[in-house]
């Protein structure tokens, strides 16, 4: 109730200089017979001998009774005076709105959508008048600029950049330095896979060919990670080419759908455990169904920026998995093996200069007595009835330290088709844009230098 206001008012400026324009005429009018009526009542004698007035006299023009004269014209020249207001200037903006609505905003073909068959639509006329008084615009980014369709594209493990698509902004890029960049289909390798959510290709570490890397314990914890934590719905046949995911946001959607194409086919969720399909984690390249007992969920909120998730191995060990934005969780690493960390902040950059939106994944061993000890001071902040989240997140800062560093996820969200030549339009229009993002500094630079260059 605090933060309530007045409800604005929907009428068009030039509806609200129109009614001060007449209210201006109306001033006018009735000071102009104001003028007037005074004016007869001051020389009604010389009006009087004038028109050669004899025996009785109407009260308007009686010299006798001035007040009265006064007041009769005063409305006598209200009469003739009030051509001079243009009531029917409203009829006719509003003929000129109505024309300009339907015959020329809904036909526009350059507004038809193709795709849903929907034509422009104008549901007031008070929007074509506005249209020309624009000087800002205010939008979001993510969803109204870009299509918020979330593809898996590159990322980092152990120190080592994999993934070779080229992204719209690179082009970009590419083009405002003077370099043309051809990003063909065909030269693709047959391991590449492009499906939702997913949109990856490097013979290093697809199929399987992980195991061969330099860092292949590294790799297999990355696709654990990247299996296992999140809260994630799984949906229809579990099988790879049928299952479909339910996510709270694309992003997630897009991590574990990467998590199937690398060999770690997360298929089942009870309350308790999450069922992965793992292949290619042997020389041999067997597959094996591995149930991971979740025991803590940290859920993910604007304020922490991150998600953790404790899970017991089939072996009874216990590890922490957490995923998040790169400050957060560089501020919660153990100390040393500062190459794998300045190497991919690095790579972070990159991505981000590339227009990718990134997370950083890293995970933590336990023991059970760290584990019981912490779990009590869990199981009593969720079940405070006061201040539960703030508890919960103090107690989340009890476990998530002392992380190691597993890599780091590079995920694309492509831009609406039209959005280049829409804002190259509207700048040449004198129209200065103003984008909301939570995206790194490089990464909405880059998307901004895109959008106008990649036309």
């Not at 314990?217 to 654990?224: P, Q, S, V």
């Not at 990467?258 to 455990?273: C, D, E, H, L, V």
């Not at 001071?377 to 190691?404: G, H, P, T, W």
Request: aromatic share 10%.
């Amino acid at each position: 109730m605090m933060n309530s206001m007045n409800v604005p008012s929907k009428r068009s400026t030039l509806e609200k200089k129109l009614d001060k324009l007449i209210l201006a005429l109306f001033a006018t009018l009735f000071t102009m017979c104001v003028i007037g009526a005074i004016g007869s009542g001051v020389f009604i004698n010389e009006k009087y001998f004038y028109l050669g007035l004899r025996g009785r006299v109407e009260d308007q023009f009686n010299p006798k009774n001035r007040l009265v004269v006064t007041i009769l014209t005063m409305f006598t020249l209200i009469t003739l005076y009030s051509t001079i207001i243009p009531i029917s200037l409203y009829v006719s903006i509003e003929m000129i709105k109505f024309i300009q609505c339907a015959q020329f905003i809904n036909n526009d073909l350059n507004m038809y959508h193709a795709e849903s068959n929907t034509p422009a639509l104008a549901r007031t006329s008070n929007l074509n008048e506005e249209l020309g008084q624009v000087e800002y615009i205010f939008s979001d980014k993510t969803g109204t600029l870009t299509r918020n369709l979330m593809e898996f594209f590159k990322c980092s493990i152990g120190g080592e950049i994999y993934g070779t698509g080229i992204t719209e902004i690179e082009k970009g890029g590419a083009e405002r330095a003077g370099v043309r960049i051809d990003d063909d289909e065909d030269k693709r390798s047959a391991t590449a896979v492009h499906e939702k959510g997913f949109n990856f290709d490097d013979t290093r570490i697809m199929r399987g060919a992980w195991r061969n890397e330099p860092n292949p314990e590294a790799c297999m914890e990355f696709f654990r990670c990247l299996a296992i934590c999140h809260t994630v719905l799984p949906e229809g046949e579990e099988t790879p080419e049928k299952i479909t995911y339910q996510a709270a946001s694309p992003d997630e959607a897009a991590l574990v759908a990467a998590a199937k194409n690398f060999g770690f086919f997360f298929y089942r969720r009870t309350p308790t455990t999450v069922m992965v399909r793992e292949s290619h984690v042997d020389r041999m390249g067997s597959m094996q169904d591995v149930a991971y007992e979740i025991l803590n969920v940290l859920e993910f909120n604007s304020t922490r920026k991150r998600q953790s998730v404790v899970c017991r191995f089939p072996n009874g060990k216990l590890v922490l998995y957490c995923k998040g934005a790169d400050n957060v969780i560089y501020e919660r690493l153990a100390d040393g093996n500062y190459d794998i960390k300045k190497t991919s902040r690095e790579h972070l950059e990159q991505f981000g200069s590339a227009g990718l939106r990134t997370l950083c994944l890293a995970y933590r061993d336990l023991s059970m007595d760290q584990y019981k000890s912490w779990n009590e001071k869990f199981v009593q902040a969720k079940s405070s009835l006061r201040d539960r989240d703030k508890k919960l997140d103090e107690v989340a800062e009890l476990i998530e330290k002392d992380l190691v560093l597993i890599g780091c996820t590079a995920i694309e969200d492509k831009l609406q088709e039209g959005v280049p030549a829409c804002i190259e339009t509207l700048s040449a229009a004198g129209i200065k844009i103003w984008v909301l993002t939570g995206d790194k500094m490089e990464t909405a630079i880059n998307i901004a230098y895109g959008e106008v260059l990649i036309v």
